[in-house]
């Protein structure tokens, strides 16, 4: 991905190793083959990595955006790595266990609401801390780890201001390998079984969009 620097370190299945040292310049950093899927993958990170703030980015994203200007406006690498170390600093300054960006239709920001302590982040998803575990599943372990910092710490660090542009499922290698629609089923499915009416399902012509409706805010 174009937005990170050479010193980034990009983590690969042991197998696929050669192929992203063709594809990156940066420093290749192999996991064991047999972790598999999203949520055993990012335990590993939390286990292997001594760090007390490890943000995770996908490698699927095209271009990320300020919204707060009168136009969005595409960020490039050095503005990039700037916003990523101000969002860790204030979420960990808020005692935020887990932080990201806005998610939601480039069109649907609101100048009146640059963040948000609710709702779920993916993408790019930072994590203040080893307070929490993600579930071992293939995909949708994001949601469920917002989940638990709302059950318990009652709010996550998300910065509407900004955006991260990606091609959702598109890429080969790492967690697509195990993409089924059986098991990608089963991970929404399992998901609602443990969180009930806090989640909402929305079908789109393309996707299944997963929503929060825990509310954090007093009704006036």
Known sequence: MRLLPEWVEVLVPESEKPGYEEKYNNPILTVPDEIEGLGMLRNWVLDNFTEETVIMIDDDINY???????NARQVEQEEFIQVLI????MANDAGAHVFGFFQTDIRKYKGYDPFSLNGWVGCIIGVN???YRFRDDY???DIDFCLQCLLIDRFIWMDNRYY?????DNNTGGNSKF???DKYNESIDSLFRKWGKCLKLRLTRSQKCIHITTSRRQSL
């Open 179 to 181: 993409r089924t629609e």
């Open 164 to 168: 991260a542009l990606q091609s959702r």
């Open 64 to 70: 990320f955006y300020c919204l707060t200007d009168e």
């Open 86 to 89: 101000n969002t860790a600093v």
């Open 129 to 131: 801390g080893r307070k």
């Open 139 to 141: 995909f949708k372990v």
